[in-house]
């Protein structure tokens, strides 16, 4: 089944503690991004990847990292997790490179931080 | 400055009605993608629909379709005979250079049997 995962899908954490989400997807897509969703704010994205090494800040990169390895990973780090980084967070990957295409999301990573 | 406003937070239709969601939009781009973007309960994202801003024709997606002013940066979401599982939050996007995304702040959407 083509699809975007994510893991972990819930996570409570404290404060300076490293942490790592996985995104994968299985289509073969060029382009993946991840989202924060908070209430009245809608979707803001965080980071991009055009390809294979290729990463870039969308609006709101500040206390994350991301790497893109391989074509079918991009994962998100959070090195050292504040309060205000509790948030819904989303992947999502399209085939073409560019957000013009169809995304796919994942089903989201709940994460609140202590 | 790229922005997308959603100026409803909440709406509701009773069940086989139809509604329109509201979008404007700001930008200094003359070629751009718009989008409509569902999220039910389930919190999956759907692509709805999206148009392209050189196009003149309203994009249509079986019940669902938009009202595209150019002129007036307007994006707005019609749903012909709401069912039940419309009911979700509908988010309105935009980009126009083919990597970042804005998002409005969303509308949510109940459907009423």
């Known amino acids: 089944e083509a699809q975007v995962t994510q893991n972990p899908r819930y996570l409570i954490t404290v404060t300076g503690k490293k942490l790592t989400v996985t995104c994968s997807q299985n289509?073969?897509?060029?382009?993946m991004s991840w989202y924060r969703q908070d209430p009245g704010l809608g979707l803001r994205q965080i980071y991009y990847?055009?390809?294979?090494?290729?990463?870039d800040k969308g609006d709101v990169p500040e206390g994350y990292k991301v790497s893109r390895k391989e074509k079918r990973n991009f994962p998100l780090i959070l090195e050292s997790p504040s309060p205000n980084q509790t948030s819904l967070y989303f992947c999502?990957?399209?085939?073409?490179?560019?957000?013009?295409?169809?995304?796919?999301f994942g089903p989201g990573t709940r994460l609140t931080v202590l | 400055a790229q922005t997308v406003t959603q100026s409803q937070p909440e709406m509701s239709v009773q069940e086989a009605e139809t509604v329109t969601l509201s979008c404007t939009y700001d930008?200094?781009?003359?070629?751009?993608?718009l989008f409509w973007y569902k999220q039910p309960p389930s919190r999956q994202m759907i692509l709805v629909i999206r148009?392209?801003?050189?196009?003149?024709q309203n994009a249509t997606e079986n019940r669902f379709s938009v009202n595209f002013q150019k002129a007036a940066k307007s994006f707005s979401l019609k749903i012909s005979d709401s069912q039940l599982g419309d009911t979700a939050m509908y988010f309105c996007?935009?980009?126009?250079?083919?990597?970042?995304?804005?998002f409005g702040a969303g509308t949510r959407l109940t459907v009423k049997p």
């Open positions: 289509m073969n897509h060029e382009y």
């Open positions: 930008t200094s781009e003359n070629n751009y993608y």
């Open positions: 990847s055009m390809n294979v090494e290729v990463t």
């Open positions: 148009q392209e801003a050189y196009k003149q």
């Open positions: 999502a990957s399209s085939l073409l490179a560019g957000a013009t295409d169809t995304q796919y």
């Open positions: 996007a935009f980009t126009y250079n083919n990597n970042d995304m804005r």
